[in-house]
């Protein structure tokens, strides 16, 4: 089971914000299904165009969001962040947040996900607000670098503990990269997406003038949020053992692989063409389109067939055959 608390605030009585409602609105449309359509996370929605979103409202939502059993829980929040100088302490701010009262705290949020663990086994906390990367921190110490994540807690967020999380066009800058990547620029080769790769997607796409992503966590398995097509569909990938019988194998290719006979050299054109090999050198095609093998002795697979020389596995490629020698594919 998995689930997720979706939150946006625009409406602030002063400050007010533009572009948080629409991406709680899109994230939650996006993880609510997989790219199949299939259902991925349970999804409540909070947001200030439907509702005020004060204090105890968003208490009682993480509250709830921690209680039970789940597999995964994830807590996506779009607002104003902000913390207190005099006491060193973080805050997602309310609609009705003000001095002394901004909201709920970081450390109350970690608190609830760090005692969760194991009734729920992993827990994913994403912030798209000023401040956002101070989560984790251990106040008391006034520290930045020490942080106090519970087993199965991750963590991402826009900005730094020092910076402001900016907008762009009707969305957060960060919140943006963040659906791009849930779309898909952040898949495996498999059609996962995880909290990691969503990170090194913002990470890549931010520039080094511009806010800084932050990225923490404490986790003993694997987190996929959402799935999307695989770029090689796995039984090309269950197939690789067969085609390399181990990591350093080439696989020998000829002209009866290749389907063409009217841009391929005269001489060959009498060959003939082996429908099963091309099959398999479609396959091998999208393998290499993909990173995972790469012709020997020619630019391109279509050469390495017209020269009769061959494939062989990249370290991506070598990795995934492991996977499918060990049936984990």
Request: proline share 5%; net charge negative.
């Amino acid at each position: 089971m998995k689930k997720a608390l979706i939150v946006g605030i625009d409406d602030y009585p002063t400050s007010p914000l533009s572009g948080c409602v629409n991406d709680a609105v899109a994230i939650a449309n996006t993880l609510e299904r997989n790219g199949d359509g299939s259902p991925n996370f349970s999804i409540k929605l909070l947001t200030s165009n439907e509702e005020e979103i004060e204090t105890s409202v968003i208490s009682e939502a993480v509250s709830d969001l921690f209680k039970g059993d789940a597999a995964t829980v994830l807590l996506y929040f779009a607002g104003h962040g902000i913390i207190n100088p005099d006491t060193n302490a973080g805050y997602l701010v309310s609609q009705n947040g003000s001095k002394g009262s901004w909201g709920i705290s970081l450390s109350e949020i970690l608190g609830l996900a760090n005692d969760a663990y194991p009734k729920i086994k992993s827990t994913v906390i994403i912030l798209d607000c000023c401040h956002s990367g101070f989560i984790g921190e251990v106040p008391a110490l006034a520290n930045e670098h020490i942080a106090a994540i519970g087993t199965g807690v991750t963590i991402l967020t826009a900005c730094h503990r020092n910076e402001t999380a900016g907008e762009n066009n009707g969305h957060g800058l960060f919140t943006s990269i963040l659906l791009d990547g849930l779309s898909g620029s952040s898949a495996d080769i498999c059609g996962q997406i995880t909290p990691a790769s969503l990170y090194a997607h913002v990470d890549q796409t931010l520039g080094p003038w511009e806010q800084r992503p932050i990225y923490k966590a404490n986790v003993q398995s694997f987190i996929t949020l959402r799935l999307v097509s695989s770029k090689i569909p796995l039984e090309t990938l269950r197939r690789l053992p067969e085609y390399f019988p181990d990591p350093a194998s080439v696989f020998q290719l000829d002209p009866s692989f290749e389907p063409d006979r009217e841009n391929i050299p005269e001489e060959l054109r009498d060959i003939p063409i082996d429908d099963e090999k091309v099959k398999i050198f479609k396959e091998l095609q999208n393998c290499n389109r993909h990173g995972l093998v790469s012709p020997v002795d020619a630019e391109h697979m279509y050469y390495a067939a017209i020269k009769s020389t061959g494939c062989k596995l990249s370290s991506l490629g070598a990795h995934y055959r492991k996977l499918a020698e060990m049936n984990r594919l």
